[in-house]
């Protein structure tokens, strides 16, 4: 296809109201929601930005009609609660028009976008407005994102962030609002035009008094808002030089344990933990069948269960053997059970489930109109199940029988916990199991196994959606203060733009094959309790510069979290959460972990303080000395092995099969790495 692009100064077609700036064809939006091995869904389409008079706009429309996929419904916050958005809601004829395949918006509108990487193969944009609203990625399969940002500076001032080089901040630029602002408090005698030139040249001298009347206002006035605002040009190193001579008159930093020096009564003494340097974490190959096999005896008998949630845990389960390995994990079998004894036992399951299904089948009209609990929850059931997954080719079509089979073992379900019964978001939790086992009773039982993990995000009370809110603020608090203390003082620290990942394990926002990947390294339970909130935590990690670059509100991070949905990289996340934990373990290992961390995490609290023991048994701290040096193998392991992520994958030594990971730690003028022993691994 020949591929076109037209230039403002060059070939501009016009028309009576809109001029084009600039035309690019072979521009594509990817999706993965509507296939079931994950490859991506193609839609091409032309990307134009176009000079109207309301402004200049940025628009991409499909280049040919293609048949609409069915809505996908998103989800939104309400008091506290998670459902589905109502059909019938009103949109602003403000908002930027946004759905399957249109795009169009107002580039005065843009707070910001993301560009890829070089090494990932095609270009793409990620466009992302001011009110949080984050559109599905573009990708230009034969170039031109740089002759687009190119055309789109002459209209905005774009600059690359300093805490990202993917990330491009639009910039509001008011050059006298710094001096007005000086102006008006009143910080300084000399109004002139030149103030903040002469603060750069002799900040002491300069803004002695004004610091005597406002305390740190330079910091939040030019330091601060400059850093956020990513400044360009000489200015942002005359600042940055700013920054360090004003450290320097600065004596309150203390490495390591960052802690208040007074002492005088009324004063809390505020303690801050310096986190070791973050490793970089290699995952393994996913569990294959022939290791499979060689993990069970002659009559069927797992052997050696925790080495293998040891490596599905590092790489996942092969999907052909997925049916077999979910049972296990879901507690449908017990790793101890042999051949015969699951025969048997699948047996009574099967007897079980059809006696609890015929309970609500066999209910009477009149019965039921005297039930009101369960004919609310088949109302209820009705509704969800005709838009779970209905992309997926599983569930997709008219008169569907697994949309029927879904139903049922909902039903199902109210039967066996009537006190739970079904709450909206369970059948995104059955959907991808039903998919698996593709039989009703198994799927049920896997199902059950399920929601024995996850019940408490149901239960009517929500407390423990609660904890688990409270537990990450209390994690990123420690992890990512800055980020941590950007949320407070933006609304945004009771974590609700959470609470859909917390409710149904991340489902929406990974596509169908990734959530099933995610899913099984969850039930392993590995390496640590709560796994699953430093998966959160991971996330933040990868969207921090967006969020706080963009200077987003509650408002705006919960729509730029909430857009992210089938955008996120498992592949990412899945290693940084590892390191992580590898960096929680090294603080407990160090006994600078605070008890409300070891408890989140499912450690036995730090026992207080004892008299040293005459035979030196005990650690100064109490803790055992043979305990603390397990703890240390976990980060010291064996130095000096080098070996190339590539030979792992391809090796067929002890590395590729699951028992070992890599990890690089950052150190001074040191790139060692070190093979860490997977007993040592998961002793936390």
Known sequence: RHTKTKMAQSEVRTSLDQEVLYEKDGVFLHTTISSAENDDTLIPGRLFLIKRAEGVFIDWKPEQNVQDLNKTDEWTVVNHTVGYKSDSGSVSMKSPVKHKHIITFNISDLKSFKRSSQQLGWSYLIFIL??????PALHFHQGGTKALIKEMEKTLSIKKSNNDSKLYIVREHDPQALSKSFDELQLFTDHSQDIVSKIIKDPVGATLGGF???TKLLHDTLIAA???ANGNGAGADDFS???LSLRQHDDTDI???QTSEQDEPGFEVVTRTELPPRPTVTRSEPLSPQEWTKHMDKDGVVLDQDKLKQIIFRGGVDKTIRLEVWKFLLGYYKWDSTYKSRTEERKTKVDDYFRMKLQWKTISEAQERNFSALKERKGLIDKDVTRTDRTH????????????MLNDILMTYCMYNFDLGYVQGMSDLLAPILVVMENEVDAFWCFVGYMDLVHSNFELSQEGMKGQLNDTHTLLNLMDPALCNYLESHESSNMYFCFRWLLIQFKREFSFEDIMRLWEVLWTGLPCKNYHLLICLAILDTEKATIMDNRFGFTEILKHINDLSLTIRLDDILPLAEAMHIQLAQLASENK???SIREIIGLAPEPKNTSDSPDGDDTPNGTPKLKKKKMD???KAQENISRDATQKSSSGSEQSSGNATAVTTPGSGSSSELLLDMDTAFIL
């Open 130 to 135: 001011q009110d949080g609203t984050t559109f």
């Open 212 to 214: 005597a009347k406002v």
């Open 226 to 228: 400059e850093t956020q």
């Open 241 to 243: 030089d700013l920054s």
């Open 255 to 257: 490495p390591g344990i």
């Open 393 to 404: 080719p599983f569930f997709q079509g008219e008169n569907n029988p697994s949309i029927q």
């Open 593 to 595: 972990l605070k008890n």
């Open 633 to 635: 193998l976990l980060i």
